[in-house]
Structure formats: structure tokens, C-alpha cells
């Protein structure tokens, strides 16, 4: 019981900052010899990130930085500087020059930014991505990861058909982890021309097959995303990207020129470990724990009843509704375990008001919830 009350006073925290989708799209338009490619690719992801936002019911909050302002310091400031909740999305995308040296310990290539240093690891933007902690990291490269700081790309931008616009927050909203990708593997070239990266406008073929897919899924996404790209180049037939794909804290496929990598145990594994130590937790629930659990839940209730204003509107769908549906479950869950029919019949309320669409019906049923924990506390922490 402890883990579950001390869930819910969390969820109801949290319940009223709407998810939002941190994009940073970093681009190295003012390049010579494929500034043009890498102006459309962040157009294409502009519109895509747009698009993401739009039907996943997520705030965007969208930062570019092209050329003249990109380079190597304001490339790391932006990426410092993005400041996501537990429960934001947080996507990185660049388009640019890319290399690698004979001496990296990591698969990643490095950024190639003129100053005040000639390269930026990618591996470093990911460990400050994923130290933030959002629910959902993104991070694509489309950049050469040769041992060279040329590159030359060739690609074909392919059209969208028909989407499914709750595929978004599937993708988007509803899935915990991390999705790291670069155009190429070491010792490759990245290719691009006039319409966009090879790797890119794969990655954006392979996002528009899940988006029309009838149960979307980040693995295949990837997977297909990151097949060979055929080039023809005399030094180099195909350019062959890479990737690893976390769900939660668990590596669920990546693809790597390490043959000696460890075989992935099933996500179930983690799953039902976490599920059996919740119910071992409950078992040596103490009542003396009570109270504290009891004064934090009170205290989320009556925030959230605080910022449920009279003006509020409410329609199904949007990120209200979709947080106090998560609220609603949450407190299902709490008064399922305390068996009381009345607080049960108060819970069915905040359920069957939200359906309606009726804030007023839903406040006043949370205010039933809220007297009944109260009324608990009385009972059983009062002296």
C-alpha cells in the first residue's frame, strides 16, 4: 500500500503540467558543399516535429540553430539548456559534418563545428540528454562517421500516405526510453543531396510506415529506419547507420559492429521484478507509515482541486483530459485497495464527469474523495 500511495501523491503532482516536446534541431546550413541538404532536412523536421506535437496533444517547444549562429559552444549551450519535466519527450536532431578518429571508444561520430573546437562528440550530448531524465530521449545524427571530416550524401525524399493520428502519442507520449541513432557506422561517410540526408529522409520514411501502422512499434521503426542505404560510390557501396533503442532502463535492440555484444534478456524480466517487490512492499505496509502518505496524498488532492478553476474548459483528447484521466486511474487503483464502497461510488463520479466533459461534476466528486482521506486522517493520525 505504501508504494501505491506514495504513486498517486506523485501522479497528482504531476498531473497538471502538460507534456511537452523539447525539439532541438541543429543544422549546418551555411556549408558549402551540402548546406542546401541540410537546410531541407531541417525544414522536414520542423514540420515533422509540428506534426508530432499537433497529434500527440504535446506543447512543443522548438528551438533551430543554423548557421550563422551554430557552432560548437552554442550547439553544447542549447543542449544544456534544455530544461524537460519527468514526463517531457526530448528530441535532438542534427544535420551536419560528422568524422570520427582512429583513437574513439565509442561508436558515435563527432560533430564537426568549425569553433572554438573541430569536433563535438555526439556521445556527450547523449550522456547530457539522458542525465535530464525525461520519459523519452531521442537523439538522430545524420553525419558522416568516417575517418575524415568530408562528406558527400545522396538520398531520395519519399512521400507520406494516410496517418493515424493517436500512432503519434503511441510513439510519442506513451512510450518511456531512449532512441539514439547516427547516419552512419565507424569509418563511414554520410551522404546527402538538394532534398535531405540519405539517413534522414529514411528515418522519416520509416516514421510515416509506424505512423500508419495499426499497433506502431519503436523497434521496427528503427530497425527500418537504419537498414543499408545503397549509395554506389566507388568508396562506398552502401552507408549503413546505426542505433540502440532503450525501453525504460532496458536495452531492447540496438545494431553495432560488435559482434561480442551481450544477448538482450526479455523487458518482461524487469516488468514482473518490479511488480513482485510492489506486492512484497504492500505486505509490510505498516500502519504507522499511514499518515505521512495520507498528509502528502491529501496535500496533491487539494492542489489539483486549487487548480481546477471555475474557467477551465475541458474537452476529450487535450492534455486536461488526458491528465485527469491518468489521475482517475491512479485513484481507482488506491480505492480498489481500500474496498470502501463510498469512496469507490466517489472515484465512478470523477470517471463518469470526465466522460461528460463536466468540470463541475468533477470538482465536486473530488472534493467527496478529498473529505473521505480526510476524514481518514482524522480517524487514524489525529491524537
Known amino acids: 500500500?505504501?508504494?501505491?500511495?506514495?504513486?498517486?501523491?506523485?501522479?497528482?503532482?504531476?498531473?497538471?503540467?502538460?507534456?511537452?516536446?523539447?525539439?532541438?534541431?541543429?543544422?549546418?546550413?551555411?556549408?558549402?558543399?551540402?548546406?542546401?541538404?541540410?537546410?531541407?532536412?531541417?525544414?522536414?523536421?520542423?514540420?515533422?516535429?509540428?506534426?508530432?506535437?499537433?497529434?500527440?496533444?504535446?506543447?512543443?517547444?522548438?528551438?533551430?540553430?543554423?548557421?550563422?549562429?551554430f557552432n560548437?559552444?552554442?550547439?553544447?549551450?542549447?543542449?544544456?539548456?534544455?530544461?524537460?519535466?519527468?514526463?517531457?519527450?526530448?528530441?535532438?536532431?542534427?544535420?551536419?559534418?560528422?568524422?570520427?578518429?582512429?583513437?574513439?571508444?565509442?561508436?558515435?561520430?563527432?560533430?564537426?563545428?568549425?569553433?572554438?573546437?573541430?569536433?563535438?562528440?555526439f556521445s556527450k550530448v547523449l550522456e547530457i540528454l539522458?542525465?535530464?531524465?525525461?520519459?523519452?530521449?531521442?537523439?538522430?545524427?545524420?553525419?558522416?562517421?568516417?575517418?575524415?571530416?568530408?562528406?558527400?550524401?545522396?538520398?531520395?525524399?519519399?512521400?507520406?500516405?494516410?496517418?493515424?493520428?493517436?500512432?503519434?502519442?503511441?510513439?510519442?507520449?506513451?512510450?518511456?526510453g531512449r532512441v539514439y541513432a547516427s547516419g552512419s557506422k565507424p569509418g563511414q561517410y554520410s551522404f546527402a543531396m538538394e532534398d535531405g540526408g540519405a539517413f534522414t529522409n529514411q528515418w522519416l520514411q520509416a516514421l510515416g510506415t509506424e505512423l500508419r501502422a495499426e499497433e506502431p512499434s519503436w523497434k521496427r521503426l528503427m530497425a527500418v529506419a537504419t537498414k543499408p542505404i545503397r549509395i554506389g560510390s566507388p568508396d562506398q557501396a552502401t552507408q549503413d547507420p546505426i542505433f540502440e533503442l532503450k525501453e525504460g532502463k532496458q536495452v531492447v535492440a540496438h545494431n553495432t559492429v560488435d559482434e561480442n555484444a551481450p544477448t538482450i534478456q526479455p523487458t518482461n524480466t524487469v516488468v514482473q521484478q518490479e511488480v513482485t517487490d510492489a506486492e512484497e512492499e504492500t505486505e509490510e505496509y505498516q500502519e504507522d507509515e499511514l499518515c505521512p502518505d495520507l498528509a502528502e496524498l491529501l496535500g496533491s488532492l487539494k492542489q489539483l482541486d486549487g487548480a481546477l478553476k471555475p474557467g477551465i474548459r475541458v474537452t476529450r483528447g487535450d492534455?486536461?483530459?488526458?491528465?485527469?484521466d491518468t489521475v482517475n486511474k491512479a485513484l481507482s487503483s488506491v480505492s480498489e485497495a481500500y474496498g470502501d464502497p463510498k469512496l469507490q461510488k466517489s472515484v465512478t463520479g470523477l470517471s463518469t464527469a470526465l466522460e461528460a466533459n463536466n468540470l463541475q461534476a468533477y470538482k465536486k466528486n473530488l472534493g467527496r474523495v478529498i473529505q473521505y482521506f480526510e476524514t481518514l486522517n482524522q480517524d487514524k493520525c489525529s491524537e
Not at 502538460?18 to 520542423?46: C, E, F, K, P, R
Not at 558522416?144 to 493520428?165: I, V
Not at 492534455?319 to 485527469?324: G, I, P, Q, R, V
Open 319 to 324: 492534455n486536461l483530459y488526458n491528465s485527469l
Open 130 to 176: 539522458d542525465q535530464k531524465n525525461p520519459r523519452l530521449v531521442i537523439a538522430l545524427g545524420d553525419l558522416c562517421n568516417s575517418f575524415s571530416d568530408q562528406s558527400e550524401r545522396s538520398a531520395n525524399l519519399r512521400a507520406f500516405a494516410e496517418l493515424q493520428p493517436s500512432n503519434y502519442k503511441k510513439l510519442f507520449v506513451e512510450f518511456s
Open 72 to 121: 560548437g559552444t552554442t550547439t553544447l549551450a542549447a543542449v544544456q539548456a534544455i530544461n524537460p519535466g519527468p514526463n517531457d519527450t526530448v528530441f535532438f536532431y542534427y544535420s551536419g559534418h560528422g568524422y570520427r578518429t582512429r583513437e574513439s571508444k565509442t561508436k558515435w561520430p563527432n560533430m564537426y563545428v568549425k569553433k572554438p573546437q573541430p569536433g563535438l562528440e
Open 1 to 69: 500500500m505504501k508504494k501505491i500511495v506514495a504513486l498517486i501523491a506523485f501522479a497528482f503532482v504531476c498531473s497538471l503540467q502538460a507534456q511537452t516536446l523539447h525539439m532541438l534541431i541543429v543544422a549546418d546550413t551555411a556549408d558549402a558543399s551540402i548546406g542546401s541538404s541540410t537546410l531541407a532536412d531541417l525544414q522536414n523536421m520542423q514540420n515533422k516535429a509540428r506534426e508530432i506535437a499537433s497529434n500527440s496533444g504535446m506543447k512543443l517547444n522548438m528551438k533551430v540553430l543554423k548557421s550563422p549562429e
